[in-house]
Every structure is written in structure tokens, then in C-alpha cells.
């Protein structure tokens, strides 16, 4: 069993989890380094929160081994392993205190009552709850209740801590001031934090490393700018934001990259932006595009109509259409906007040649 205040290493080998003939989790094979923000992000359903279960111990995988620090815990229940947890509705006590809360998971160890004092004292300082140590949860705002689970979680020094979509209930200027608490008890506890979330933004905010679920696989891991830059497949490309996509033809190898035609106009790229071969989709982030009246010469660019516009305060977004049809967007401010918008309203959408990557057709 590992012990208390040492950052987990966890590694799933060939994980799934069959409930009779429906498949929830697909042989899932995922390292989680020692310390570090992993955060296990796809739509409902895609398996994330089964295998959140699976790492807590609540739920045991129909097959496959889970590792803790080297040690084999698949089947060892939830009560022996070291992990923190914080549930969706926070899952605190209504008779107890904050204190007697944040207090509780120390008592089931056994820890003397000079231990839980002072631990419950350094988490109630840590979370900004000083002067509400003896309030009951019902009398707490939500980000406080927030706080307390945070800390009843932490009190007792997990090894992992795990977070299943812990800022669901929370309106957004909340969330927002969560998140910065989340990543600041990240920094200081130095604790393997495993989080479930399906706001893409939200993840990208937080995680050293984002996993993407779909139907009970894993799709993809990599650092937040390595899947919103470079995602792998189509759909963790269109999970992680807007995005536009060009269909290219006759696309064939050129110098330093490769050419090919969007409809009757010669795009370029650079090599590291996908295979090379005939046909497929350039995928370009809109932030990674601009509006022009003619494209410079070193970039590329397509005619397209402005089809409405969005005004947004200091931006505007577009959405565009070329002529064959492909319909796109982009956000740009609303003094570059209004001048686009001004006489005809064909304009150049245009970006660099080395934005944007290649993924298959269709």
C-alpha cells in the first residue's frame, strides 16, 4: 500500500470494463507520472468517468492491471488505496462542521488529536476558509463547499487526488476562480491530481497532460498545446474548439513541404503537418487566420464571402463561405471586421503556411 504525502505513479495496462454486452472502457493503456495534472476529458459517455471510477477503486475492470508506484492494486478495494476524492455534488457531511469535515478522513486513519489539529488548521488556511471552521455545509456558498471538499481530499496527504467534474455546479465567474485555486494546490501540494472534465477550455487551463476519450477509448495524450495544435484524429480536432477544414486534392510533395488545391486555388504547407498523399483535409484554428483585401505573398489564401457576422464587443465573427461552398469562420476585430464589411464583400481569408495540419479525407 503506498504511503501517505508521496505523489502516485499510476499505470493502466489494457484496461476495460464490460457492463454484460456494452463495452464502457476499450483496453486502455495510460501512464500517469508521479505529480503531475492529468486531466481525462471527452463527451458524455466516452468512458472518463468509468475509469476515474476504476482508479479510485470504486469500479473493478472486467480486464486488464492497474499499477500504483510499481504495485499491483486491481483488485484492491477503494478503503486500502491512498487516493483523494472529490465527487461532483461534493459529497460533504450536513451535521459536520467544516472542521469536523475536513477533520473526518484523519479520524478513519487514526491519527492523534494533535495531528488533526494542525492538519485541519493548514488545510482551512491553505483553501481561504479561516473564520468559517465551524459552519455547517448548508450555510457555505457552492466555491466554499468547493474549498471543503478540496481539503477534506487533501487533508490526510493522498498520493493521487482524484476529481470527477468538481466545477459542474458552479456558474462561470466561479469556475473561473476555481480553476486558478485548483492549479495554485497543484503547485503546493506537489499531489498526482487525475480530473474529469468535459469543458474543453477548462482543460486546456489546467492539465500538464489532457487524455481524450470517445466511446470508451482513449484517442489520444499529449500537453494541452500538443492535442489543440496537433490532435490526431478528426474528432479530437473538432472536440477542441472551432476549427476550419479545407478539403485539398492533388496534393504532392514541394521543397520544404508539400502544394495542393482547395477547389482551384494552390495552398501550401510545411512538412510535420500530416502525411503527404493526394487527398485530404487541412485543418486551420480560426485564431490562426486573418481577413485581408489580397493575401501577402508568403501566405496562403482563398477568396471568400462574408455569409453574417457576430458582433462580440472589441471582436467580430465571421462566417464565411468560399465559392464552392465551404463554409468557415474567423474572429477579428471589429475595426478590421467593419473595413471588411465595407463595399463588396468578397474579401481573403489568409494564414501561414505553417499553421494548420493535415488529416485524412472524409
Given at each position: 500500500?503506498?504511503?501517505?504525502?508521496?505523489?502516485?505513479?499510476?499505470?493502466?495496462?489494457?484496461?476495460?470494463?464490460?457492463?454484460?454486452?456494452?463495452?464502457?472502457?476499450?483496453?486502455?493503456s495510460?501512464?500517469?507520472?508521479?505529480?503531475?495534472?492529468?486531466?481525462?476529458?471527452?463527451?458524455?459517455?466516452?468512458?472518463?468517468?468509468?475509469?476515474?471510477m476504476?482508479?479510485?477503486?470504486?469500479?473493478?475492470?472486467?480486464?486488464?492491471?492497474?499499477?500504483?508506484?510499481?504495485?499491483d492494486?486491481?483488485?484492491?478495494p477503494?478503503?486500502?488505496?491512498?487516493?483523494?476524492?472529490?465527487?461532483?455534488?461534493?459529497?460533504?457531511?450536513?451535521?459536520?462542521?467544516?472542521?469536523?469535515?475536513?477533520?473526518f478522513?484523519?479520524?478513519?486513519?487514526?491519527?492523534s488529536?494533535?495531528?488533526?489539529?494542525?492538519?485541519?488548521?493548514?488545510?482551512?488556511?491553505?483553501v481561504?476558509?479561516?473564520?468559517?471552521?465551524?459552519?455547517l455545509?448548508?450555510?457555505?456558498?457552492?466555491?466554499q463547499?468547493?474549498?471543503?471538499a478540496?481539503?477534506?481530499?487533501l487533508?490526510?496527504?493522498?498520493?493521487v487526488?482524484?476529481?470527477?467534474?468538481?466545477?459542474?455546479?458552479l456558474?462561470?465567474?466561479?469556475?473561473?476562480?476555481?480553476?486558478?485555486?485548483?492549479?495554485?494546490?497543484?503547485?503546493?501540494?506537489?499531489?498526482?491530481?487525475?480530473?474529469?472534465?468535459?469543458?474543453?477550455?477548462?482543460?486546456?487551463?489546467?492539465?500538464?497532460?489532457?487524455?481524450?476519450?470517445?466511446?470508451g477509448?482513449?484517442?489520444?495524450?499529449?500537453?494541452?498545446?500538443?492535442?489543440?495544435?496537433?490532435?490526431?484524429s478528426?474528432f479530437?480536432?473538432?472536440?477542441?474548439?472551432?476549427?476550419?477544414?479545407?478539403?485539398l486534392?492533388?496534393?504532392?510533395?514541394d521543397?520544404e513541404?508539400?502544394?495542393?488545391?482547395?477547389?482551384?486555388?494552390?495552398i501550401?504547407?510545411r512538412?510535420?503537418?500530416?502525411?503527404?498523399?493526394?487527398?485530404a483535409?487541412?485543418a486551420?484554428?480560426?485564431?490562426?487566420?486573418?481577413?485581408?483585401?489580397?493575401?501577402?505573398?508568403q501566405?496562403?489564401?482563398?477568396a471568400?464571402?462574408?455569409?453574417?457576422?457576430?458582433?462580440?464587443?472589441?471582436?467580430?465573427?465571421?462566417?464565411?463561405?468560399?465559392?464552392?461552398?465551404c463554409?468557415?469562420?474567423?474572429?477579428?476585430?471589429?475595426?478590421?471586421?467593419?473595413?471588411?464589411?465595407?463595399?463588396?464583400?468578397?474579401?481573403?481569408?489568409?494564414?501561414?503556411?505553417?499553421?494548420?495540419?493535415?488529416?485524412?479525407a472524409?
Open positions: 500500500m503506498q504511503q501517505a504525502g508521496r505523489a502516485a505513479e499510476i499505470k493502466a495496462v489494457g484496461v476495460g470494463k464490460s457492463f454484460g454486452a456494452f463495452h464502457a472502457l476499450k483496453n486502455i495510460l501512464d500517469i507520472g508521479r505529480g503531475e495534472f492529468l486531466t481525462l476529458l471527452g463527451p458524455s459517455g466516452s468512458g472518463k468517468t468509468t475509469f476515474l476504476i482508479l479510485a477503486g470504486f469500479e473493478k475492470p472486467s480486464r486488464g492491471q492497474l499499477f500504483n508506484n510499481g504495485v492494486i486491481t483488485d484492491q477503494a478503503e486500502r488505496r491512498s487516493s483523494g476524492m472529490v465527487f461532483q455534488g461534493y459529497a460533504l457531511f450536513p451535521h459536520m462542521s467544516v472542521a469536523a469535515n475536513i477533520a478522513p484523519l479520524r478513519v486513519r487514526r491519527k488529536e494533535q495531528e488533526i489539529k494542525r492538519r485541519v488548521a493548514e488545510m482551512i488556511e491553505r481561504g476558509l479561516q473564520g468559517h471552521e465551524h459552519k455545509p448548508s450555510k457555505l456558498s457552492g466555491g463547499q468547493q474549498r471543503v478540496l481539503a477534506r481530499a487533508a490526510f496527504e493522498p498520493g487526488l482524484l476529481l470527477d467534474e468538481p466545477f459542474s455546479a456558474d462561470k465567474s466561479l469556475r473561473g476562480q476555481m480553476q486558478t485555486e485548483m492549479k495554485r494546490l497543484h503547485e503546493e501540494t506537489g499531489t498526482t491530481f487525475v480530473f474529469v472534465t468535459h469543458d474543453q477550455s477548462e482543460a486546456l487551463a489546467l492539465s500538464s497532460r489532457v487524455a481524450i476519450f470517445n466511446h477509448e482513449l484517442l489520444q495524450v499529449g500537453t494541452p498545446q500538443d492535442v489543440y495544435e496537433r490532435p490526431g478528426r479530437v480536432a473538432e472536440f477542441l474548439g472551432e476549427i476550419n477544414m479545407l478539403p486534392h492533388g496534393i504532392r510533395a521543397g513541404g508539400a502544394r495542393g488545391l482547395h477547389e482551384d486555388r494552390e501550401a504547407l512538412f510535420g503537418q500530416g502525411a503527404v498523399d493526394g487527398e483535409v487541412l486551420v484554428r480560426p485564431e490562426h487566420m486573418s481577413i485581408a483585401r489580397e493575401p501577402a505573398p501566405e496562403n489564401g482563398i471568400v464571402v462574408v455569409t453574417s457576422s457576430t458582433y462580440l464587443g472589441a471582436a467580430t465573427r465571421l462566417d464565411l463561405a468560399t465559392r464552392g461552398g463554409k468557415l469562420s474567423v474572429c477579428v476585430s471589429t475595426e478590421t471586421a467593419q473595413q471588411a464589411l465595407q463595399g463588396d464583400s468578397t474579401v481573403w481569408l489568409t494564414w501561414p503556411a505553417d499553421a494548420g495540419f493535415l488529416l485524412p472524409g
